[in-house]
């Protein structure tokens, strides 16, 4: 797919083929983006200012480079945008981070059910 | 690559922000689930499923490498290069006439990146997670996978510490093909074990 030409502009670890990813996070952090600047919640130029913010600071306090780093940075701008833009309140976001840690702390998880033959 | 979690342990803090981010976006109805996952999947094929079907190939064809496979499949897929985040405890289960493996992952989407790349949508939804635990039968057919009644059905729930790859049956009339022909005819979904390879006539499209 033809990413935006700003976007394109903004830039992106990509390849030939388009923006990689090292972990799934990445690339639903990428994708949550690009889905609300498409429904005009926010312009390229306005993320690229909010994101180019996050890159500064990161390069400015010696942080690391390449992709994690780059993602942690579009993250952060994430939660900023979407509280800049009142689409959600750190409140929200912080409420609901602490339900899904609790969730991942508490759920069984790990042992492999195993289930018999049906009964049929 | 991003954090290492072991037991016990609640997920990244990465993972955590963008989930949040991502549920109440789409509760808010701000952005769709299938819009975002149909972004995410046209960037699958980076370290998507073709990863897993060649080890699957490699394995049909190879008997001391399925050996390998099923005793230690993290570095027996490593011997592809396929390595990295969420593949360090990767464990093989192979399916046979008696026993098919069907895998999940009840809390949230764990899933064998390095090779099968990101789960599908089917994969994170609340229904698969809850009913192919419960009624795995029932949700193997829906995707078109009939098993015998003898056949044994083992669910696998998936951690961020254990990943599971699924070796579906080598189908029939397929001794002639070399490996390469074979690893097209193994698609993703056979992999996490709703479906089955897909067998040569169908691969042909015929």
Not at chain 2, 170 to 176: A, F, I, S
Request: hydrophobic content about 40%; proline content about 6%; glycine content about 6%.
């Amino acid at each position: 797919m033809a990413l935006d030409p700003t976007l394109q502009s903004i830039s992106i670890p990509q390849d030939e083929e388009g923006p990689v990813f090292d972990e799934p996070w990445q690339a639903q952090a990428f994708a949550l983006t690009v889905k609300l600047n498409e429904a005009g919640q926010f312009s390229w130029s306005e993320w690229a200012e909010v994101f180019g913010a996050e890159i500064a600071a990161d390069t400015e306090s010696g942080q690391g480079v390449g992709n994690t780093a780059y993602y942690h940075c579009w993250l952060s701008a994430l939660e900023k945008i979407v509280a800049l833009k009142a689409l959600l309140t750190p409140e929200q976001l912080s409420v609901r981070k602490a339900e899904w840690r609790e969730a991942s702390e508490h759920t069984p998880h790990g042992q492999p059910i195993e289930i018999r033959k049906s009964p049929k | 690559m991003g954090a290492n979690h072991k037991h016990g342990d609640p997920l990244p803090e990465t993972v955590l922000r963008v989930k949040s981010l991502e549920s109440l976006l789409i509760e808010k109805g701000l952005v769709e689930a299938e819009a975002l996952d149909a972004l995410v999947d046209r960037y699958e094929n980076k370290v998507g499923p073709k990863n897993g079907a060649k080890v699957v190939a490699r394995a049909w064809v190879d008997d001391a490498y399925r050996e390998r496979l099923l005793k230690d499949a993290t570095s027996a897929v490593a011997e592809f290069g396929f390595t990295g985040a969420q593949g360090e405890e990767l464990v093989a289960l192979e399916n046979t006439d008696k026993v098919h493996n069907v895998v999940v992952c009840t809390l949230c989407s764990c899933y064998p990146w390095p090779v099968l790349g990101l789960p599908p949508v089917w994969y994170k939804s609340a229904p698969y997670r809850a009913r192919v635990v419960r009624e795995p039968r029932k949700v193997l057919e829906e995707f078109g996978t009939r098993l015998p009644e003898g056949t044994e059905v083992r669910v696998w729930d998936s951690t961020a510490e254990t990943r599971y790859l699924v070796i579906p049956k080598r189908p029939e009339g397929t001794e002639e093909m070399d490996e390469d022909a074979l690893a097209e005819l193994v698609n993703r979904d056979s992999m996490i074990g709703t479906r089955e390879a897909d067998s040569p006539t169908m691969a042909e499209g015929a």
